[in-house]
């Protein structure tokens, strides 16, 4: 659509830096300073550097939950490599349940490890997308290979972050059925709208868990591909522990993670600029969090929960508000044309059809909802623009796209929702 002219506002990808973050210059500094120094050039242990590890573990004891060392952190080349090894080293038949939406790079590995599509549990757009306890419940209870509960929180695509009377609940599960829990933190310091939540490893009690962490949405600094777990409790459970060390096992084959991203963490986490800095960001976010919510739950036909963390929202279709006829005017011929043979597809998702026209007529890239893992039909929009004018535009943009691409048939079809057999 580029090359036919079209311009192309990308609120599809959640990374800051690519939508105009600044990064400060005393982290540049930081940064360059390491570059300068030979040791930053090495291998570091297989587990990531010493100094490094125990900082993070030192940080992560302040908070009350089990205490752990250096031993218990493992650095990797980004969350992505840890999340494909975290699946990749269960045991086949072993399964962890996802929330559905989810991040896919979770539900497609953990999926892949297994061979067979995702077990998941649903989060529920009528309730701030938290999690449907009593469905996670029964889905652990009815079906045995289930050993381990994900949650995301704060939330990718959903910008949810759960209370702690949740994450408590979800816990109580874990411990009922003897399962472990791996929670995805990498958004855990991106939290706003006076909303609280707690670490996993201030809950967690005696469980048996795995935090991921990173450094990619923080700083920010996803090229860096550095990011790490923390494992809680290993040795509560001989499973558990034999599981971790075949994680382990295979970061020595590999060697070593990225060196001179966790030389930097302590620095730029030490730095007297950090918070305000970070604390910036989540203002911005906070106040567009609030510009995308007050603009689009006046909007008739879809679900708008306000994001309280990470910088996601996600708008979800309600039941059956979407056909094959709905279309958006497009002026120009061959955008009109190439939209048109896109959503000629077989198999199109009717929410993949909604963006192909939304990036035809309004220049505007989301994701469609389909594409993380659920039945649920929407979309995600990030809330990563710089400029609040262009942020309110997108916003009235997309609701009056909305409103128009859901009346533009009076008395559309209805498709059949697609049914998700992965159970
Ligand atoms: C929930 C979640 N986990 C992990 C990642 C990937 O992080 P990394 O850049 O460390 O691979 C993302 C990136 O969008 C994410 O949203």
């Known amino acids: 659509m580029k090359a036919l002219g079209v311009e192309v506002n990308l609120e599809n990808i959640g990374d800051p830096v690519a939508k105009g973050e600044r990064i400060p210059s005393w982290m540049k500094e930081i940064i ?21 590890r125990e900082f993070l573990a030192a940080r992560n004891n302040t908070n009350g939950g089990p205490r752990i060392s250096a031993d218990d952190i493992v650095f990797f080349n980004g969350l992505g490599d840890a999340i494909a090894k975290v699946y990749g080293f ?5 399964r962890v349940i996802c929330p559905s939406p989810t991040y896919t790079t979770h539900s497609s590995a953990e999926a892949a490890h297994a061979g067979t599509r995702p077990i998941w549990y649903p989060l529920d757009p009528q309730n701030k997308w938290y999690p449907d306890l009593e469905e996670l419940r029964n889905r652990v209870k009815y079906n045995p290979a289930v050993s381990g509960i994900l949650v995301v929180n704060p939330d990718n695509p959903t910008g949810a972050v759960y209370p702690v009377r949740v994450l408590k609940e979800i816990i109580a599960i874990a411990e009922e059925f003897d399962l472990f829990i791996v929670a995805d933190e990498i958004y855990r310091n991106i939290v706003y709208n006076g909303h609280e939540t707690m670490p996993l490893s201030a809950v967690i009690g005696d469980v048996p868990g795995i935090s991921m962490k990173g450094i990619s949405k923080e700083l920010p600094w996803p090229g860096s591909r550095c990011g790490w777990i923390e494992v809680y409790n290993s040795q509560k459970d001989p499973h558990f522990a034999k599981y971790v060390e075949s994680i382990v096992n295979a970061k020595m084959v590999e060697v070593c993670s990225t060196t001179l991203p966790q ?18 960001r989540r203002r911005r976010y906070e106040r567009f969090s609030e510009i995308a919510y007050n603009t689009l739950k006046k909007v008739d036909g879809v679900i708008t929960n ?7 929202v996600t708008v979800a279709f309600e039941k059956d508000r979407l056909n094959h006829q709905q279309r958006l005017p497009i002026g120009d011929k061959g955008v009109e044309r190439l939209v048109e043979e ?12 909604f963006v192909y026209y939304l990036i035809g007529a309004a220049g505007l890239c989301v994701v469609p909802l389909s594409s993380f893992n659920t039945d649920l039909q929407g979309f995600r929009f990030t809330l990563l623009e710089q400029s609040e004018l262009k942020f309110r535009k ?9 409103e128009e691409y859901l009346e ?3 008395a559309g079809s209805s498709l059949p929702r697609r049914v998700m057999t992965t159970q």
């Open 394 to 402: 997108t916003m009235e943009t997309l609701a009056t796209s909305i």
């Open 263 to 280: 030389k930097a963490i302590p620095r730029i986490l030490e730095h007297p600029g950090y918070e305000a800095f970070l604390d910036g």
């Open 408 to 410: 533009s048939t009076a």
């Open 306 to 312: 306000r994001t309280n963390g990470a910088f996601y």
């Open 90 to 94: 269960l045991r086949t038949t072993a």
């Open 32 to 52: 360059s300073r390491l570059a300068m120094e030979d040791c930053s050039y090495s291998y570091c242990p297989s587990k990531g550097l010493l100094e490094t």
């Open 342 to 353: 896109l959503c000629a597809a077989p198999g199109m998702e009717p929410d993949k059809r």
